[in-house]
């Protein structure tokens, strides 16, 4: 049971460039969530998921796609890459009801 | 929309002394409370969740938090800290199935330096 798994754990990128985080979990869980955690801000909600085929953006969705066309698979993606999305990206998950959300290890991002 | 405050960027203890960490939570009804911890580099770990019932709710490595609802707080405690504890320390609230509907909202953190 590898519960939530990130790829890639790290990844350069120039400016301008695209990239896709994936995030997939084998929990069968609805819900799924991409944060992003910068120095002194604690995690921000980018964007969320309560089932295949709906997605809904977060606090800080400007930048990001999202799409969710499996139960299992979760990708983010930077279309044009800019230096402020430097973050490291959490992605989190959860079944319905009152369950707390499992978090990957996260990907460290670095936009040059 | 709701919003978490903790107070404290930094909080210095020394090992086997008591701590307690602050946390406000803004949020129009019975919130989904919980405390993460982070070590350096590494992922969330889940410490604690209020969900509903018991306000004093016991966690891992000893942590335990009291939900009070007449002062929006949600502290965590621990009667004697190890070198251990020494990490990064984020409360967050949800407001829909334990938060994973809508997403959580986390603090900014504080961080626990531990003195030998």
């Known amino acids: 049971n590898a519960g939530v798994t990130q790829t890639p754990k790290f990844q350069v990128l120039k400016t301008g460039q695209s990239m896709t985080l994936q995030c997939a979990q084998d929990?069968?869980?609805?819900?799924m969530s991409w944060y992003r955690q910068d120095p002194g801000m604690g995690l921000r909600l980018i964007h969320y998921s309560v089932g295949a085929g709906i997605t809904d953006q977060g606090e800080v969705p400007n930048g990001y796609n999202v799409s969710r066309s499996t139960t299992e698979d979760f990708p983010l993606r930077l279309l044009s890459a800019a230096p402020s999305q430097t973050s490291v990206y959490f992605c989190a998950s959860s079944g319905q009801g009152d369950q707390p959300q499992h978090f990957g290890d996260g990907t460290r991002l670095s936009i040059l | 929309a709701q919003s978490v405050t903790q107070p404290d960027i930094h909080i210095t203890v020394s090992e086997g002394a008591s701590l307690e960490l602050r946390c406000n939570y803004s949020?129009?009804?019975?919130?989904?409370l919980f405390w993460y911890v982070q070590s350096p580099g590494q992922g969330l770990q889940l410490l604690l969740k209020y969900f509903s019932g018991d306000t004093l709710v016991q966690g891992i490595k000893g942590f335990e938090a009291e939900f009070k609802r007449s002062q929006s707080s949600f502290n965590l405690r621990k009667p004697s800290v190890h070198w251990s504890d020494a990490a990064e320390y984020f409360c967050?609230?949800?407001?829909?199935?334990?938060?994973?509907?809508?997403?959580?909202?986390f603090g900014k953190g504080t961080h626990l330096i531990i003195q030998p």
């Open positions: 949020y129009g009804a019975t919130p989904y």
């Open positions: 967050a609230v949800g407001a829909r199935s334990g938060g994973g509907a809508d997403g959580l909202t």
């Open positions: 929990m069968n869980h609805e819900y």
